[in-house]
């Protein structure tokens, strides 16, 4: 099972910028799709963006198309989430997540598609 740590949550102005790090050990990275999901106080745990393993195929959610950007570096092991434009409404504890299966396409959207998860790193943005 991989061990999955994420890093650069904090507090920023709406309309800024942040960007996470999902640092991952313990087993393959590079063959498996990777997500970003998130969790506000009272809400469930939604999707943010998935990337391929082989970094080919990406999905957002349409909340967040068009300011964020997923990305990943295998030599790494490491994925990365730029976030650009932030709102109010983005606040929320962001998770990285591997997919159960390798190598499977199309990247899965779905919490329960994930297996291994991190232990989340906060974003608040003031209004």
């Known amino acids: 099972q991989v061990h999955l740590v994420e890093s650069g949550g904090g507090l920023v102005q709406a309309g800024g910028s942040l960007r996470l790090s999902c640092a991952g050990s313990?087993?393959?990275?590079?063959?498996?799709?990777m997500g970003w999901f998130r969790q506000a106080p009272g809400k469930e745990r939604e999707f943010v963006t998935t990337?391929?393993?082989?970094?080919?195929?990406?999905y957002y959610a349409d909340s967040v198309k068009g300011r964020f950007t997923i990305s990943r570096d295998n030599a790494k092991n490491t994925v990365y989430l730029q976030m650009n434009r932030v709102k109010p409404e983005d606040t929320a504890l962001y998770f990285c997540?591997?997919?159960?299966?390798?190598?499977?396409?199309?990247?899965?959207?779905?919490?329960?598609?994930?297996?291994?998860w991190g232990q989340g790193t906060q974003v608040t943005v003031s209004s």
């Open positions: 990337i391929s393993w082989h970094s080919g195929t990406i």
């Open positions: 313990g087993r393959t990275f590079s063959t498996y799709n």
């Open positions: 997540a591997q997919d159960l299966n390798a190598r499977r396409w199309p990247p899965p959207t779905a919490v329960g598609d994930f297996g291994s």
